[in-house]
């Protein structure tokens, strides 16, 4: 057989036997690898889909630090519920003068204060006394003979001013925020007495708790101690102390206010 017929069957039966195909993946260029392992029982995994996930976990750390880091530079103070500065308050009110062994007043009372800020505060106070004698005032005469010399109160004014160097906010049954400050007080003015017709120089101290209501409306209870000379017969001076606990009311105007910097 001559070579040509070697040839000639052999393309015979490569033309009969089935055609293979081996197909190679050169992947997306410049991508990375595209080499792919089990991790353990799980899917498989590529190893820019590990990287991506490794990633991921560094930000989301990194991101959970840098809150931590936030939260302990950055102080969040809540706006006040209420604001005094620059308004007036209007106070109506009562009490009672305790101390006394031998007489008792009832006091009726009303004032205006300007707060010039959040602290300060200057006004004017005004109040009217009922007073009366005690039982203790009758047993001395009538069981001693002794007639003592009453010197009841009358009526007083003071010029005043409070200075508020506690305030704070307290939850009221779960039902609202109280904003509250407490103040002390100290007024020069004058006290009108049964004895004489004079007025009598006196001064005041005293401290108190404000109670913020509403946005127009305060509740405040008082301790006043009013101090004054009182001339008896013989142009005998004794200094008095009038102490006296009330409650007062007090209306704001204007009724309503705006923040200088908004929530």
């Not at 989301?60 to 530079?73: D, F, I, N, Y």
């Not at 008082?222 to 007062?248: C, K």
């Amino acid at each position: 057989m001559t070579a040509k017929s070697l040839r000639l069957i052999a393309v015979v039966l490569l033309s009969l036997a089935p055609a293979t195909v081996v197909a190679i993946d050169a992947g997306p260029a410049n991508d990375g690898p595209t080499m792919s392992e089990n991790e353990g029982d799980g899917p498989t995994v590529s190893v820019r889909e590990r990287a991506r996930r490794k990633r991921a976990s560094k930000l989301a750390e990194a991101a959970r630090k840098g809150e931590a880091e936030l939260r302990k530079s950055v102080r969040v103070f809540q706006q006040r519920y209420l604001l005094k500065g620059g308004r007036v308050e209007i106070l109506a009110g009562g009490g009672s003068v305790f101390g006394d062994p031998l007489t008792h007043h009832c006091a009726a009372d009303a004032g205006l204060l300007y707060h010039v800020n959040e602290e300060w505060s200057v006004g004017i106070d005004g109040v009217k006394y009922f007073g009366e004698r005690k039982e203790s005032f009758l047993n001395v005469q009538s069981d001693f003979g002794l007639f003592p010399e009453r010197s009841l109160l009358q009526a007083s004014v003071f010029a005043q001013t409070q200075y508020s160097p506690i305030f704070g906010k307290f939850a009221s049954f779960a039902l609202a925020v109280i904003q509250v400050d407490s103040y002390l007080i100290a007024g020069l003015g004058g006290v009108r007495t049964t004895l004489g017709d004079a007025i009598k120089p006196a001064a005041l101290v005293g401290f108190g708790t404000r109670l913020h209501i509403l946005r127009w409306l305060t509740l405040s209870f008082e301790v006043r101690d009013a101090l004054m000379m009182e001339t008896f017969r013989d142009d005998n001076q004794v200094l008095l102390q009038h102490l006296s606990a009330g409650v007062r009311l007090g209306f704001w105007v204007p009724p309503t206010f705006q923040y200088r910097y908004q929530r």
